[in-house]
Structures are given as structure tokens and as C-alpha cells.
């Protein structure tokens, strides 16, 4: 990859090769993971990769508890966990971003700093709350954070989920600044700050993920070598700065994002709104516009970005080993006639995601379209999350009940237009709903990416999909040219695009997913990461020739321009 020195939008070129039918192929023989030449990588994130949990205990004929081994992780001082009477499972990452940086930490034998929120976490772990993972392979150690219920509800579904969350989406009605809220993110952002401090090494790379650690990189910076490199990605949106003079210590999140050498985001205009806002917020702050780099109390941080992608292929080989009676199963499941045009959507059960609008549009198709009564089911998954936020759980009966009152005014005794499910689906039954349906509609509101839409892509590898995406999502950057765009509030619109969708001709659609699909694969999951890491070497190199220069010619007469990699 070449990193110029210039503003940048997609900032790397592909490495890949894409045939016909869609599929990305690595033009070499190397199985690259972009973690060569990263010297001691420390990655912190709310989510961890491995979760330790007690399961049921079983019971004998005679009522007696049965005694099983624990299959647990090694410890990292060597020693195994006492034995109890209670099996001990581990939960290992399936996916995203989780799954892509898991390998990278095995062959950086790093350190992955998170939320110990199993119930057997910590009593598999050493007295620094360390355990080494992968259990099967131990190659990188995981520390562990334990969080109080109070700190949990501060926070976690406080400062981060009723503050940050609501903000960058956009929903500044819904910002709810409890007292403390604020003053335990803090106090979190500093035991995670600490924890990193005793990891990191002057060639250590810190790489901080997301809206939990605004803080961190500021005190993370205050605490390690100057030479150690810190990095974050915001994976949610930049709001405005209409939006985001609306943060309670908004101040004090730009200062604390600044404490980073690298910021990404997925899209040029969520970077722009963050110059913009750190412009005319602090103005000690001086911003590049042209390089995308910001200059506050002494340091430069360089604001990139980068649109994260999805693991392409294992979604590909996933969707084409679905067998029939898999999807069989599913159907009779959900009682879906398998003779019927299928839509789906696949969400979380969140706000941001343009739910009840999506069920509006669908309502007025079927007010327009009697033709498909009885011919097109549209099956909504949802899953329930922060359900200990009145907001969410608000939320989630606004959904449960408009799918019910359009079920009633369309349905008939066999037929149901909406098949609802708050069910846990498998990644197998998801590549199967994917590679089935004729029509992916993904709506939100607001969203930073929108991964959903590219393992819809990804799985499609019949190219007979039709996938209708929201302009706000950040996936429209790449998708939006070959996908059915909506705006998610104009229902007239949206159920207009929906009958388009429906109509397409085989070849129309063939001709669409086509492209899309080698976009996906062009711009996977491996891509982003080798991006982020590329830019990170590029920082390296340049903080230690400008260390070099400084020594040599301390005046600085010597200064010439930074070359392109």
C-alpha cells in the first residue's frame, strides 16, 4: 500500500484480484493478516474475544450433583483454576471485528484488554485478572476489567449508551446526562488507561476501538513512552457540530481523542465533522485541512478514513454449503411458504436502525400491491439489546406492536405479510436467510457502518439479490451506486423502491449484486485491518525520522517535506 501525504479518502489500494463470479483471490501466495513489523500490539475494547461461563450444572439419577471437568483456559502464571463441580464453556468470537483481530493477536502474541463480563471470567484468571487465550492454543494474553454493577450502569448503559450513542446518531431528544454518569466513564476510561500502562513498552502500539474510550488515548499518552503509538477507531458516526455542541464535556472528548497519533473513521464526512467540531471547539487547536491532521498541546494526530468491511469469503462458503433442508427447517420454524418472494432484515432492536419506518414502507407496498398478498413474506429479525434502558425497551413494543396491527389488517388464516423473531439466529441460519432472499432491506436512521449489508452481499452467491439501502448508513459510501437507495423517513419513496425491488428483471439484478459483490470482497475485513496497520507504520517511520532529525539539526533548518510511502 502507498500512503501519500496528501487528504485521503479510501486510503489504500486492493490487493486483491476479483473473478467473475464475484469472489475476492489474493493476487500472491501470502496469507497476510497486516500485523508484520507491529512490535508488542495491545488492543483495548469494551467486547472481549473470549468469555468464560458456568454452565448448568447436570444432575444424577439420585439427585446428586454431577462433578465435570472445567475446560477452561491456561492462567498466565501456568496455573489451572481449581476444579469446582460446575463445567466451565468458553465463548469464542463468530464474527466482525472480534474474529478478524483474534488472529492478528496470536501472531503478535499481544495483549487484548476488556470487559470481563462471564460469570467464570475472573476465576479462570491470574491475580493481575489475566488469562491466556486462545484456550485451545494459548498464544496472547487477555486482561480482564472487572466492572461493578454501578460502574456496568454509569458507564456502560449510562454516559457511553444515554449520552455518546444517542449523540453521534443524531438523537439529541433522547440524550439522557445522568448524574456520575460522566464521572464513571472517566473513572473507567483511567483503569483501562492504567491497565495499558502496564503492558505497554516504548515499541508497543495501543489500538483502542470505539465510543467507550474517549478518554483513554489522552491519559494512555500521559502515561507511556513517547515513542509508543496509539491509535483508535470510532466505529459509530461523527455527529455535526450542530449535534455535538449538545455533548455534555464535549471539550474533554476532543481532548481526549487528540491524546491519539492515529483516528479513524469509516467515512470522509464523519473525519470532517471531527476537524470541524475540534476547529471551532478548541481553538488552541490548530487543523491541516489538507492533510487531515490536528496539532493540540504538542502532538499531532492524523484523522483518517476507511470503511471496514466483513469477512467476505467465510460468508461466501458459508451461504454455499447451505443445504436444503436447512432452510427447510427454518420455514417450517417460522411457517414461511416456501413457494413465497422473500425480504429480510436482520437488525439489532435499536432506535438507530429505522425499524418502524421500514415496517411503514412495507405496509404501504401491501396497501398498493394486493397482487402480493400471500406471495411475498417479509421476515424481520431483532434482537434485543440494552434492554436495562427504558428508551430500548420503549422501542422494542413500538416494533412488536406495528407488526402485529399490520399482521392484522393483511394477514389471513394461512398467510402473515411480516414474520417477526426475536430469536437467537446462528451464523449458518443467517447464511442460509441471506443466500434466500430475493430482497435485503437495510434502513437505518443513522449508522456508522452497517456491516449487515455486506454479509448480505457476501452471502448472495446466487447474484439473484436485490439489497435496498439506506443513505445514512456508512456502507452507502460504497454500495450505494448498484444498491436501491432510500431515505428512511419518506415512506412514499421507500415503498416505491421496495416495488422496484421486487420488479427487477433476473439480469438487472445479476448485473447489480455482481458489483456489488466484488466491492465487498475488494474491501473486506483483511483489507481494513491491513489499512489500519499500514497507516500505523506510516506514523511509526515518521515519528522516528522526525526524532531523528531533531537530534541531528535541533534549529530544524534541515526540515524537507515528508515523502510518500
Not at 329 to 357: A, W
Not at 409 to 431: H, K, N
Not at 512 to 525: I, Y
Request: charged content about 25%; hydrophobic content about 35%; overall charge negative.
Amino acid at each position: 500500500m502507498r500512503v501519500t501525504d496528501e487528504r485521503l479518502s479510501l486510503t489504500a489500494p486492493s490487493n486483491r484480484q476479483i473473478r467473475a463470479d464475484g469472489n475476492g483471490q489474493r493476487t500472491d501466495d501470502s496469507q497476510s493478516n497486516g500485523v508484520t513489523g507491529l512490535d508488542s500490539l495491545i488492543v483495548v475494547s469494551n467486547r472481549q474475544p473470549y468469555r468464560h461461563e458456568y454452565e448448568a450444572v447436570p444432575t444424577a439419577a439420585d439427585g446428586d450433583r454431577v462433578t465435570q471437568p472445567s475446560d477452561v483456559s491456561t492462567r498466565t502464571d501456568g496455573a489451572v483454576p481449581e476444579p469446582t463441580d460446575a463445567r466451565i464453556t468458553v465463548d469464542e468470537p463468530t464474527g466482525g471485528l472480534t474474529a478478524g483481530l483474534d488472529p492478528v493477536l496470536q501472531q503478535a502474541s499481544g495483549t487484548w484488554i476488556a470487559w470481563g463480563d462471564g460469570d467464570a471470567d475472573f476465576d479462570v484468571a491470574d491475580e493481575h485478572n489475566c488469562v491466556a487465550v486462545p484456550p485451545d492454543d494459548p498464544s496472547y494474553t487477555l486482561q480482564r476489567i472487572d466492572l461493578s454493577e454501578e460502574a456496568v450502569d454509569s458507564y456502560y448503559y449510562g454516559f457511553s449508551n444515554r449520552v455518546l450513542w444517542p449523540l453521534c446518531h443524531g438523537f439529541v431528544d433522547l440524550v439522557n446526562d445522568r448524574s456520575n454518569d460522566f464521572e464513571w466513564y472517566r473513572t473507567i476510561n483511567e483503569r483501562f488507561a492504567e491497565a495499558v500502562s502496564e503492558h505497554a513498552t516504548a515499541d508497543s502500539i495501543v489500538w483502542l476501538q470505539d465510543y467507550h474510550f474517549a478518554l483513554a488515548s489522552r491519559m494512555i499518552r500521559d502515561r507511556v513512552p513517547r515513542s509508543t503509538t496509539v491509535a483508535q477507531f470510532w466505529h459509530v458516526p461523527w455527529p455535526t457540530l450542530a449535534t455535538f455542541q449538545h455533548c455534555p464535556a464535549g471539550d474533554r472528548i476532543l481532548e481526549g481523542l487528540l491524546g491519539n497519533d492515529l483516528l479513524g473513521f469509516h467515512v470522509d464526512r464523519y473525519a470532517e465533522r471531527f476537524l470541524e467540531c475540534v476547529q471551532r471547539s478548541l481553538p488552541a487547536a490548530a487543523v491541516d485541512w489538507e492533510r487531515q491532521t490536528v496539532t493540540y498541546d504538542g502532538e499531532s494526530t492524523r484523522v483518517v478514513a476507511t470503511p471496514m468491511g466483513v469477512d467476505a469469503e467465510s460468508y461466501d462458503r458459508d451461504a454455499r454449503s447451505v443445504s436444503s433442508s436447512q432452510l427447510s427447517s427454518l420455514f417450517d420454524r417460522y411457517d414461511v411458504s416456501r413457494e413465497n418472494l422473500i425480504g429480510l432484515g436482520v437488525d439489532r432492536l435499536d432506535y438507530t436502525k429505522g425499524i418502524p419506518e421500514r415496517l411503514a414502507a412495507i405496509e404501504r407496498f401491501l396497501e398498493w400491491n394486493p397482487s402480493w398478498h400471500d406471495e411475498f413474506t417479509f421476515i424481520q429479525t431483532a434482537t434485543p439489546s440494552r434492554t436495562d434502558i427504558q428508551t430500548y425497551e420503549q422501542h422494542g413494543t413500538l416494533v412488536r406492536s406495528e407488526v402485529e396491527r399490520i399482521n392484522q389488517r393483511f394477514g389471513t388464516q394461512s398467510w402473515d405479510p411480516i414474520v417477526y423473531t426475536e430469536d437467537y439466529i446462528s451464523a449458518a441460519d443467517l447464511c442460509a436467510l441471506y443466500r434466500r432472499a430475493e430482497l435485503m432491506i437495510v434502513s437505518p436512521l443513522a449508522d456508522g457502518m452497517n456491516l449487515v449489508a455486506q454479509e448480505y452481499v457476501a452471502a448472495s452467491v446466487d447474484s439473484d439479490g436485490t439489497l435496498v439501502l439506506s443513505q445514512d448508513a456508512g456502507a452507502h459510501e460504497t454500495l450505494g451506486s448498484h444498491a436501491l437507495t432510500v431515505d428512511p423517513t419518506d415512506v412514499p419513496d421507500f415503498a416505491h423502491q421496495i416495488e422496484r425491488a421486487v420488479s427487477l428483471s433476473p439480469s438487472e439484478r445479476h448485473r447489480r449484486m455482481h458489483t456489488l459483490r466484488n466491492r465487498v470482497f475488494d474491501r473486506d475485513l483483511e483489507w481494513w485491518m491491513e489499512t489500519q496497520f499500514d497507516w500505523i507504520r506510516y506514523l511509526r517511520h515518521r515519528t522516528s525520522r522526525d526524532a531523528a532529525t531533531r537530534d541531528s539539526d535541533p534549529d530544524g533548518d534541515s526540515y524537507e517535506r515528508t515523502p510518500s510511502m
